[in-house]
């Protein structure tokens, strides 16, 4: 499934960029990338299963895709960036739980993106442990969600 993407203005000064700390939990399947020579990116090191625009673009597969779109300074940060070593195309679902930072400028436009290339949502099991499914500390409900889901908390916004 996909879901309609939701676009926020950010605040602050139009004059000013802020660096904006971002906390991800959540459940999803891994997507994989490719660098700008179109090679399959083998690992993400920057901040596991994160990933910006200029290091790499989402190659075209049936998995989920978690994304933030800044208008200015223009660049997609990609959520659920996995390598091609983490197996994120067997269709399982991972726990996330990981902080990375995002640049935004004063009163630009921030879209939230959710796209699943075969639109079926895998289904929250722990495969490799025949398992329930996972539960994200602090996220609710803590029970477990029966599908994927990822939540964005702002943890800090630091004027540049």
Known sequence: MS???????FGGDPQSTYKVTLRFRGVT??????????QKIATVTLVPYFLDSAQGHPNQDD???FSIDVA?????????????????????VYPLDYMADIT?????????????GNNIQTQNLDFANDAGPF????VPPAAGFDGEFL????????QQ
């Open 151 to 158: 939540q964005i908390d702002v943890v800090s916004v630091t």
């Open 104 to 116: 935004v400028q004063g009163g630009a436009s921030v879209t939230l993106k959710f796209a699943d």
């Open 63 to 65: 998995h989920a895709l």
């Open 3 to 9: 879901l309609p993407p939701t676009t926020l203005t």
């Open 72 to 92: 200015q300074p223009q660049k997609i940060y990609y959520a659920n960036a996995f390598s091609t070593v983490d197996g994120a195309a067997d269709h399982r």
């Open 29 to 38: 399947e891994g997507h994989t990338f490719s660098d700008s020579n179109n």
């Open 135 to 138: 539960v994200v500390d602090g």
